[in-house]
């Protein structure tokens, strides 16, 4: 399938990891897989996990207010609760936590209130269902202390037991498919199994059946639309269009203990480097069990926000700009190749200079602010084209987290890539 416009141009999303694990701070799933804490334990969560104070229309109007075009929540994580009212399996936070509600409606319909499209996270895996466990897996130290199953090797399956877990994901993601009608459907969870045991054509079908726009990412395996990498900038981009997940702190859902944010500065940083090289940042923050976000993840959505209002022009409808080497950082380009986008980190102690450009530059402002730019070529013989040297804006018109210079053309981008005279 075609990549959906809307997902290439959102350029920023926000990850939602919300469910039980945020009651005592652990680790999402992990932490009971991993014997971190005893399987009761971590099940004993659920006792706690209230939602009181779940307001989806402030996650909503907040999000937007960041920039954001999309938000991707978990509705089922590895520990297989789900966060809405299922008929299939006797595990969610309706009938088992006093939250006692569907949470993943009004999360869909608050986003879309909003002009958000709306994402669902769903694990392929899920640690506690029965069927789920069809090989005990021996031995390996320190690993799957509680659930010794992650495994199946070839001819030690239980089929049947295998046959009633798909039919129970197949009959969880119809639910999600039909009832919230997702745009995009974030899956998770895939290596423990292969493509052909998890069925994934099969399950690629049901879900286009009924809506036939829905991005899948590429933990859908083959039948994936875009690459995800997790935790950092890429250096080389992936082929295709992809998204960058990233956590704000260190941990994807709510951990108490858990201060150790990125700053707005080296946020803002993470998106200009993804966008630049073509991505779409996925950015998470962690729910409370009440629903609520701590207040320094909210400060960061909010500083984001203000950056992107401010350089709405380079990020939204831009694609890739520069590849390295021509500018000392990230850069987009508009549509239509006539607009370069040069985001400088630093202050600039003199003229910044962009090589290998050979299209003629007719204007230099610095975005935002509109501060028009003095430039000049110097150097260049015959193809080689000499260095644009732009004048460094005044200090007032440095942004305190990233400064963006709209370099307009004579025409379209062309780039001089070679090495010169022999
Ligand atoms: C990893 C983790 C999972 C998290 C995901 C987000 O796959 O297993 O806990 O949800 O990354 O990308």
Same mark, same amino acid.
């Given at each position: 399938?075609?990549?959906?416009?809307?997902?290439?141009?959102?350029?920023?999303?926000?990850?939602?990891?919300?469910?039980?694990?945020?009651?005592?701070?652990?680790?999402?799933?992990?932490s009971?897989?991993?014997?971190?804490?005893?399987?009761?334990?971590?099940?004993?969560?659920?006792?706690?996990?209230?939602?009181?104070?779940?307001?989806? =229309?402030?996650?909503?109007? *907040?999000?937007?207010?960041a920039?954001?075009?999309?938000?991707?929540?978990?509705? &089922?994580?590895?520990?297989g +609760?789900?966060?809405?009212?299922?008929?299939?399996?006797?595990?969610?936070?309706v =009938?088992? %936590?006093?939250?006692? =509600?569907?949470?993943?409606?009004?999360?869909?319909?608050? #986003?879309?209130?909003?002009? #958000? /499209?709306?994402?669902?996270?769903?694990?392929? !895996? @899920?640690w506690?269902?029965?069927?789920?466990?069809?090989? /005990?897996?021996?031995?390996?130290?320190?690993?799957? &202390?509680?659930?010794?199953?992650?495994?199946?090797?070839?001819?030690?399956?239980d089929?049947?037991?295998?046959d009633?877990?798909?039919?129970? &994901?197949?009959?969880?993601?119809? $639910?999600l498919? =039909?009832?919230?009608?997702?745009?995009?459907?974030?899956?998770?969870?895939?290596?423990?199994?292969?493509?052909?045991?998890?069925?994934?054509?099969?399950?690629?079908g *049901?879900?286009?059946?009924? #809506?036939?726009?829905?991005?899948?990412?590429? /933990?859908?395996?083959?039948e994936?639309?875009?690459? %995800?990498?997790?935790?950092? +900038?890429?250096?080389?981009?992936? @082929?295709g269009?992809?998204?960058?997940?990233?956590?704000?702190?260190?941990?994807?859902?709510?951990?108490?203990?858990?201060?150790?944010?990125?700053?707005?500065?080296? *946020?803002?940083?993470?998106?200009?480097? %993804?966008?630049?090289?073509?991505?779409?940042? *996925?950015?998470?923050?962690?729910p409370? $069990?009440?629903?609520?976000?701590?207040?320094?993840?909210?400060?960061?959505?909010?500083?984001?926000?203000?950056?992107?209002?401010?350089? !709405?022009?380079a990020?939204?409808?831009?694609?890739?700009?520069?590849?390295?080497?021509?500018?000392?950082?990230? !850069?987009t380009?508009?549509? @239509?190749?006539?607009?370069?986008?040069?985001?400088?980190?630093?202050?600039? /102690?003199?003229?910044?200079?962009?090589?290998? #450009?050979?299209?003629?530059?007719?204007?230099?402002?610095?975005?935002?602010?509109?501060?028009?730019?003095?430039?000049?070529?110097?150097?260049?013989?015959?193809?080689?084209?000499?260095?644009?040297w732009?004048?460094?804006?005044?200090a007032?018109?440095?942004?305190?987290?990233?400064?963006?210079?709209?370099?307009?053309l @004579?025409?379209?981008?062309?780039?001089?890539?070679?090495?010169?005279?022999?």
């Amino acid at each position: 399938m075609a990549m959906q416009p809307w997902f290439s141009e959102a350029k920023f999303g926000i990850f939602l990891h919300w469910g039980i694990y945020a009651v005592d701070g652990v680790q999402e799933s992990w932490s009971f897989f991993e014997g971190d804490v005893p399987h009761d334990r971590y099940m004993a969560q659920l006792g706690g996990f209230t939602a009181a104070r779940y307001q989806p =229309r402030e996650w909503a109007a *907040l999000f937007a207010r960041a920039g954001a075009r999309y938000a991707v929540l978990t509705s &089922r994580h590895h520990d297989g +609760v789900a966060l809405w009212d299922t008929a299939h399996g006797d595990l969610d936070v309706v =009938r088992r %936590t006093p939250a006692g =509600r569907d949470l993943v409606g009004p999360y869909a319909d608050a #986003l879309r209130e909003h002009g #958000l /499209r709306v994402g669902l996270y769903y694990s392929h !895996s @899920d640690w506690n269902h029965p069927d789920y466990a069809s090989l /005990r897996h021996e031995g390996r130290p320190g690993w799957a &202390r509680f659930n010794p199953y992650a495994e199946a090797h070839e001819g030690q399956e239980d089929p049947a037991a295998w046959d009633r877990y798909l039919a129970y &994901r197949d009959g969880q993601v119809g $639910e999600l498919a =039909r009832r919230f009608r997702p745009d995009l459907l974030w899956f998770d969870g895939e290596w423990e199994r292969t493509e052909e045991q998890w069925r994934i054509r099969e399950l690629a079908g *049901l879900i286009r059946a009924e #809506l036939p726009e829905c991005v899948l990412n590429a /933990r859908m395996l083959g039948e994936g639309d875009y690459a %995800t990498p997790e935790q950092g +900038v890429p250096i080389d981009a992936p @082929d295709g269009p992809w998204e960058l997940c990233l956590t704000v702190n260190d941990s994807w859902g709510h951990r108490h203990h858990d201060d150790n944010h990125k700053s707005t500065t080296q *946020l803002v940083r993470y998106l200009a480097e %993804t966008i630049g090289a073509g991505g779409n940042l *996925l950015l998470a923050v962690g729910p409370r $069990e009440d629903g609520t976000l701590p207040a320094e993840q909210v400060e960061r959505l909010e500083g984001i926000g203000a950056w992107i209002a401010a350089h !709405s022009e380079a990020v939204y409808g831009t694609v890739a700009g520069l590849p390295p080497g021509h500018h000392y950082g990230p !850069s987009t380009r508009s549509a @239509d190749a006539r607009t370069l986008y040069l985001t400088l980190f630093d202050i600039p /102690r003199g003229p910044v200079g962009v090589r290998g #450009l050979r299209t003629p530059v007719r204007r230099v402002s610095v975005l935002g602010t509109g501060a028009e730019l003095g430039h000049r070529v110097t150097g260049g013989l015959h193809e080689v084209p000499g260095v644009l040297w732009i004048d460094p804006p005044p200090a007032a018109d440095l942004d305190a987290h990233a400064t963006v210079l709209a370099v307009e053309l @004579d025409g379209e981008l062309d780039l001089y890539r070679g090495a010169g005279r022999s």
